[in-house]
């Protein structure tokens, strides 16, 4: 089942972001329901978008929506703030714990020790229209894709592979 999904989110990748979400709508709907009953919220536009828009990739994880279905794992909106015994959220709803774990997402980080002006976008991640790459530098991995992020990073190391073979400065 997994690898016809991959196929599937290839072919999906091939198509402008705008299209293939209209196209896959359907098939979302009917594999994961209206979500919006469980608090989760959903884009204005969907996962093929929100890749290109972002460059996170959305994640609805099985056993995640399994729990979420028969609540035990319960959706609040967001935090308004925190009191000495727990949180208030903006809905108004006060709640005691023990503790919270925040998860914040996450970065490359790269252009915190690696100064190469011109190579990273805004996030910090590598920019994928630089012109003239610095001599030596080469990365991989760092481009969100709905198409499965190895077999991208597989592709990407390749071509990385066949620039290094064909630079004249480097020793066979």
């Not at 989110?9 to 979500?35: M, S």
């Not at 204005?44 to 609540?71: C, E, H, K, S």
């Not at 015994?85 to 490359?108: K, M, P, Q, W």
Request: net charge positive; with cysteine; aromatic share 6%.
């Amino acid at each position: 089942m997994s690898g016809k999904v991959a196929v599937t989110a290839r072919l999906f990748g091939l198509l402008p972001p705008a299209v293939a979400d209209t196209v896959n709508a359907p098939l979302r709907r009917l594999l994961l329901g209206d979500l919006r009953r469980f608090g989760l919220r959903p884009l204005p536009y969907g996962p093929l978008t929100q890749i290109a828009r972002t460059g996170r990739i959305p994640l609805i994880d099985v056993g995640t929506m399994a729990l979420i279905r028969t609540g035990r794992i319960v959706i609040r909106p967001g935090i308004d703030h925190f009191v000495e015994n727990g949180v208030v959220f903006t809905d108004g709803l006060r709640e005691a714990f023990d503790a919270v774990v925040l998860a914040t997402g996450y970065r490359a980080g790269l252009d915190g020790f690696l100064d190469v002006e011109g190579v990273f976008d805004e996030r910090g991640n590598p920019r994928r229209d630089v012109p003239s790459w610095p001599e030596g530098l080469h990365l991989c991995g760092f481009r969100a894709v709905a198409s499965g992020l190895l077999h991208h990073i597989g592709r990407e190391a390749r071509q990385i592979a066949v620039r290094i073979q064909a630079d004249p400065g480097v020793r066979q």
